[in-house]
Antibody, heavy 119, light 109 residues
């Protein structure tokens, strides 16, 4: 069965970077784009960008360009999202989500990773 | 950027009633690229509806999506206790960029 498992919670200081991992199993890893979505406390989801695990190609939301990097390691079916120059308003739960191009929606989500930015 | 505006912000209903949730896009969106998600506290969003009107695997038939152009609707007929949650619409028409609506909270009256 399809599973998407993320790394654990992180606490970072302002100005630092965080790297969250997302390990996929139960399907062909290179066959589906993976997106990153974050959700600040009490807010709706905010789309951050995607990575094509096959080619490594990426596209980022404009507001994160220059601060976010998405990568993948096909040998272990894992994608990563690194966010730099963290600010307090980056405190959020970060999710990876599989893009099913057939149903055109995010059909499997990771459990979420809480990133807390605090001095 | 296509902005999705959901209304109402909060909807208070009783079990058994019918819920109607709205999602309005700032420009026309092909229905193929409009999805709805349900989110419960402490959980990741769950895909409910894709292509504006197709139910995802395992979604009960009391959930119905409809609409086209700039106006889309999620209807829940005969609310069950487990349906009280927050609902989000999402568009991927402007791919490679995607957006979510701000959500409608469905609460028990």
């Amino acid at each position: 069965q399809v599973q998407v498992v993320q790394s654990g919670a992180e606490v970072k200081k302002p100005g630092a970077s965080v790297k969250v991992s997302c390990k996929a199993s139960g399907y062909t890893f290179t066959g589906y784009y993976m997106h990153w979505v974050r959700q600040a406390p009490g807010q709706g989801p905010e789309w951050m960008g995607w990575i094509n695990p096959n080619s490594g190609g990426t596209h980022y939301a404009q507001r994160f360009q220059g601060r976010v990097t998405m990568t993948r390691d096909t040998s272990i079916s894992t994608v990563y999202m690194e966010l730099s120059r963290l600010r307090s308003d980056d405190t959020a739960v970060y999710y990876c989500a599989r893009d099913n191009a057939i149903v055109v929606g995010f059909d499997y989500w990771g459990q979420g990773t809480l990133v807390t930015v605090s001095s | 950027e296509i902005v999705l505006t959901q209304s109402p912000g909060t909807l208070s209903l009783s079990p058994g009633e019918r819920a109607t949730l709205s999602c309005r896009a700032s420009q026309s969106v092909s229905s193929t690229y409009l999805a709805w998600y349900q989110q419960k506290p402490g959980q990741a969003p769950r895909l409910l509806i894709y292509g504006a009107s197709s139910r995802a695997t395992g979604v009960p038939d009391r959930f119905t999506g409809s609409g086209s152009g700039t106006d889309f609707t999620l209807t829940i007929s005969g609310l069950e206790p487990e349906d009280f949650a927050v609902y989000y619409c999402q568009q991927s028409y402007s791919s490679p960029t995607y957006t979510f609506g701000q959500g409608t909270k469905l609460e028990i009256k």
